[in-house]
């Protein structure tokens, strides 16, 4: 077969380059080498003259997840704000489903199809190959020890068995490179059971505005506070904050000084949601502040009704690493606000409510939009005070 592939392509130009007589004398020659009837040899140079070797099928398996299919992928992962596959693969059907209700679907049943069959290890492996847009950088720290050591408790675990209501709370400081002169701060409340977050930001870190933002938590918050976890920063640990707790029946506990990862809840949420929407900008204009919460009541829709969240259910270490074990579903704030037994039924058709309500592509233009605009109200500030 090779040998008469050989003579074909061998004889191909000239045979539809030649006259009458010359395309009879390559016929015979053919026929003779190749053993073949002479219509054959004519059909065969046919094929091969229409062949288009731009789209000539290649041998192998069919391509099953397509180009449209990859679109659709992307479609989703955009909405969902570039989650790993792990993250991203339980909430592709809901995401779906939310974006053809209310007509911003715009991928064929074909393609929708085979996404919404995909499995996990397809989307972790697609989703790699997708361009991350977003990048940051580290900050500094504004937190300072406080003299109340003796009259705040430290607690530290195990958290497994924290109903929700009991949270954990940090600030954040948008200072740029320097905390000296006023700024905004953002206080961000993590619930531990159902990693429900609500950022709150506020002008400065004083012991009032502090207290102001935890009350707006207070009322925000689907269930009822029932226990708060700070780190030894100055701005929780003071007794303004534990004449407001005490006054309210709840728990205040505190991290125990020098332990940096005590409040990991919050703290890698710190960096997941206040930075990567807000990065390291030095916000020095009391005019975002208001602005800035306008974002961050969308944020906290967005991230927890639509965003999965991983949790670790073990950390093993072995010789110089942690082995650690996750969750073989992660499942949104949402999700696990519902499933938990300790959630009054009232709560829970409150948050059902609201949920069908939202759509998350909606919400991430929001997002995008308020975020512009912090930074434009920020800019015309600084050029304003050059």
Known sequence: MATRENIFQRYLDEYLKADKDRKGAILDHVEDVTRMHRKAVVRKFRVLQLRDPATEEKRGRRTYY???VDAALD????????PCGELLHPMIGEYVTILRRDGMWTHGDVATGKLLDMGEHTVRRRVSGFVHTRRGRRGISGTKPSLLKQIIPI??????????GYGQIDTVAHCGGSLSGSFVWTLNYTDVATYWIIPKAQWNKGQEATKQSLQEVKENLPVDIIGLHPDTGGDFINHNLLTWCTHEQIELTRSE??????????EE???HVVRKYLGYTRFDCPDVVPVINELYTALSQYLNHFQAVRRTRSKERVGARYKRAYEKIPLTPHQRMLAHPDVTQEAKDRLREEHTLLNPLVLLKKIDMLTARVMKIQKQATVAHG
């Open 155 to 164: 607690f530290k675990g195990p958290w497994g068995d924290k109903p929700p």
């Open 257 to 266: 000084p020098g332990k940096k990862n005590d409040n990991i809840c919050v």
């Open 75 to 82: 479609g989703v992962w955009q909405t969902a704000n570039q």
């Open 66 to 68: 397509t180009k449209d």
């Open 269 to 271: 949420r710190n960096g």
